[in-house]
DNA sequence: ACCTGAACACCGTTCAAGT
DNA sequence: ACCTGAACACCGTTCAAGT
């Protein structure tokens, strides 16, 4: 067992995230974690003040893989701002709908206070910080109208938060967006309209 | 002992709501409504196939109350179609803000598949349905673009609730909109210039 | 310093039994 | 027809004890 050198932290995180995966956010539990990583259901407390912690670290690492793929994405979009920006949109809907219940860790009220936990915080602000420099770039280019950015990149968060949530929830049954392909089409026309 | 008579299912959706507004989604459990129906954990199972049941119930009642909600705000808002459909945007939200664990197990995972649930799925359309409604009577006055009612509907419902659920899940600190009324005000402006 | 074993107070759910 | 009592398999969490 390479878990009493100390790296059990990361194999707890590692069960975490794959029981998520596997069973959804109500199999992600602290002793199912340690039963992954073959420990007592009282190691994890070593290592995590509670299961809100655990929770915290899931989150976090939620929000460094979205904003690693947002990165990519735009990337892959060239230098033109108004596509990356496009592209940052549909990068980030299709996160949350690739990996709805990483998603909803990372927004659910598991977590009551987020500000408590530093990590957690940094990485969910840059995944906003880069979202709201696609749109500063655009700002920049002169392609959408001046005005406060602040506002602009919160409308933006919104509305691809919302459209991720409600498709993941399932409330656009009936809308002609509840099918993967159908809804991204959407996505992308309502986004790139609301610059 | 009137739950003898009948209305067993009203007392535990009764109780349900109490324990969701006094300790949030955590706090509501089935055997914490039977405690306060004063009946045994098992007496619910008469009532209930099983807790997703119970929280449909009260997903239910939420929906219903926002619809209640928004139909009184628009009324008060007279007759000019622009401001009937910025009050509906803003009666919204407010109502997420006011009762955010309730907003929460209204979109929230425990009920996986919503629209098992037919009273759920009616509640949960009529007020998406009065949404869409109030944007087609300014489509209809000519005070917005023509176009498919059913992409701006869906636009203005992502943002509303993107809007709610980022302020809920305290997101929003840093961008200006952390407190109850500078958000509320945040939300007016971006609502106002989206339809 | 880090982990185990055993315990506590909770869950959701089932099922025989009572009235 | 509706509810109780007791049980089962789970939780999160604590704490003395082991190495």
């Given at each position: 067992m390479a878990y009493h050198h100390g790296d059990l932290r990361r194999a707890l995180l590692q069960g975490a995230l794959e029981l998520l995966g596997e069973g959804g956010p109500s199999a992600l539990t602290l002793r199912g974690a340690a039963r992954r990583a073959g420990?007592?259901?009282?190691?994890p407390y070593r290592h995590f003040t509670d299961k809100r912690e655990l929770l915290a670290a899931v989150a976090e690492e939620g929000f460094l893989a979205l904003d690693r793929h947002a990165e990519e994405e735009i990337e892959r979009a060239g230098a033109d701002p108004v596509q990356r920006f496009r592209c940052h949109g549909l990068a980030y809907v299709r996160f949350a709908i690739d990996h709805p219940a990483h998603y909803r860790v990372m927004f659910?009220?598991?977590?009551?206070?987020?500000?408590?936990y530093a990590a957690l915080d940094a990485a969910s602000r840059a995944a906003y910080d880069r979202l709201r420099d696609s749109l500063r770039a655009c700002q920049q280019a002169g392609v959408i109208p001046e005005g406060d950015i602040e506002i602009r990149a919160v409308r933006a968060w919104a509305l691809v938060h919302g459209l991720a949530s409600l498709f993941i929830d399932g409330?656009?049954?009936?809308?002609?967006?509840?099918?993967r392909e159908e809804f991204l089409k959407m996505v992308d026309t309502i986004f790139s309209a609301s610059s």
């Amino acid at each position: 067992m390479a878990y009493h050198h100390g790296d059990l932290r990361r194999a707890l995180l590692q069960g975490a995230l794959e029981l998520l995966g596997e069973g959804g956010p109500s199999a992600l539990t602290l002793r199912g974690a340690a039963r992954r990583a073959g420990v007592s259901p009282a190691a994890p407390y070593r290592h995590f003040t509670d299961k809100r912690e655990l929770l915290a670290a899931v989150a976090e690492e939620g929000f460094l893989a979205l904003d690693r793929h947002a990165e990519e994405e735009i990337e892959r979009a060239g230098a033109d701002p108004v596509q990356r920006f496009r592209c940052h949109g549909l990068a980030y809907v299709r996160f949350a709908i690739d990996h709805p219940a990483h998603y909803r860790v990372m927004f659910g009220p598991e977590i009551p206070d987020k500000r408590l936990y530093a990590a957690l915080d940094a990485a969910s602000r840059a995944a906003y910080d880069r979202l709201r420099d696609s749109l500063r770039a655009c700002q920049q280019a002169g392609v959408i109208p001046e005005g406060d950015i602040e506002i602009r990149a919160v409308r933006a968060w919104a509305l691809v938060h919302g459209l991720a949530s409600l498709f993941i929830d399932g409330q656009l049954a009936g809308t002609g967006a509840s099918e993967r392909e159908e809804f991204l089409k959407m996505v992308d026309t309502i986004f790139s309209a609301s610059s």
